[in-house]
């Protein structure tokens, strides 16, 4: 599932910006069809623009029924009563999106034989201190066994002891998730730290749910600002 919002509140209409000649939902969709690891892929979207860029392009699309805050509430309502387990979520800004992550990410519920995973996610090792700083690049902490404690858009942990070599990981916003933790994540109300750091995933962490983390090496280009789009391009070409 592809959740598609064509208003974004940084740079609205970036969905539908041209990406190498096609706009980057177009893009992105091609690039997770393109894996050949999912039974179907459909972008999500409240926009007729988005839906008929897909459809047009002979691919598969949902309208939304409701207005919703984040992905996740979109994604649960198309998937509510669908007969699947395992539903991946790959953001439309993410164009680069990669074959290897996203198999990282379903291997995980595949060795999970006992079901104790409500949802795993991606993440990158970063070491440049703007990154590190910066309140748009979400940063994760975890367990010792890389189940994630909090997120955050500021640095965590806080580096008190300098001496000591704490690793920062960004988090992607890439999942996957059982249906049953998608569907409780739609019927549960936001609390106080989604509501804070604007960072859905929290929602789960405050309602008990855990989240596997997996490290990836491919950071690829999420494209929320102008700035972005441009380094998209360059890449791109």
């Known amino acids: 599932m592809i959740p598609a919002r064509y208003s974004a509140s940084r740079f609205p209409g970036k969905l539908m910006q041209d990406l190498g000649g096609k706009p980057v939902i177009l893009r992105t969709y091609e690039a997770t069809v393109a894996t050949n690891l999912f039974d179907a892929v459909f972008v999500v979207t409240d926009s007729e623009i988005i839906y008929?860029?897909?459809?047009?392009?002979?691919?598969?699309?949902?309208?939304?029924?409701?207005?919703?805050?984040?992905?996740?509430?979109?994604?649960?309502?198309?998937?509510?009563?669908?007969?699947?387990?395992?539903?991946?979520?790959?953001?439309?800004?993410?164009?680069f999106t990669d074959k290897e992550s996203l198999s990282k990410l379903i291997n995980v519920f595949k060795d999970d034989h006992d079901k104790s995973i409500d949802l795993a996610s991606l993440m990158v090792h970063i070491t440049d201190e703007d990154d590190i700083k910066n309140p748009n690049t979400v940063k994760v902490v975890l367990d010792h066994f890389d189940f994630a404690l909090y997120f955050s858009r500021s640095p965590i942990p806080y580096p008190r002891d300098k001496s000591v070599n704490v690793k920062y990981y960004k988090h992607k916003g890439v999942y996957a998730f059982r249906k049953e933790a998608i569907l409780?994540?739609?019927?549960?109300?936001?609390?106080?730290?989604?509501?804070?750091?604007?960072?859905?995933?929290?929602?789960?962490?405050?309602?008990?749910?855990?989240?596997?983390?997996?490290?990836?090496?491919?950071?690829?280009?999420?494209?929320?600002?102008?700035?972005?789009?441009?380094?998209?391009?360059?890449i791109w070409k």
Do not use: W
């Open 52 to 95: 008929n860029e897909i459809v047009n392009n002979g691919g598969q699309a949902i309208m939304s029924k409701k207005e919703h805050e984040c992905g996740s509430d979109r994604i649960a309502e198309a998937v509510e009563h669908m007969d699947i387990d395992i539903v991946i979520n790959v953001q439309g800004d993410e164009p």
């Open 184 to 234: 409780d994540f739609y019927r549960l109300p936001m609390l106080t730290l989604e509501a804070s750091e604007k960072l859905e995933q929290l929602r789960y962490l405050e309602y008990g749910k855990r989240i596997k983390m997996v490290e990836t090496d491919v950071e690829g280009v999420e494209i929320d600002t102008p700035e972005d789009l441009e380094r998209a391009k360059k």
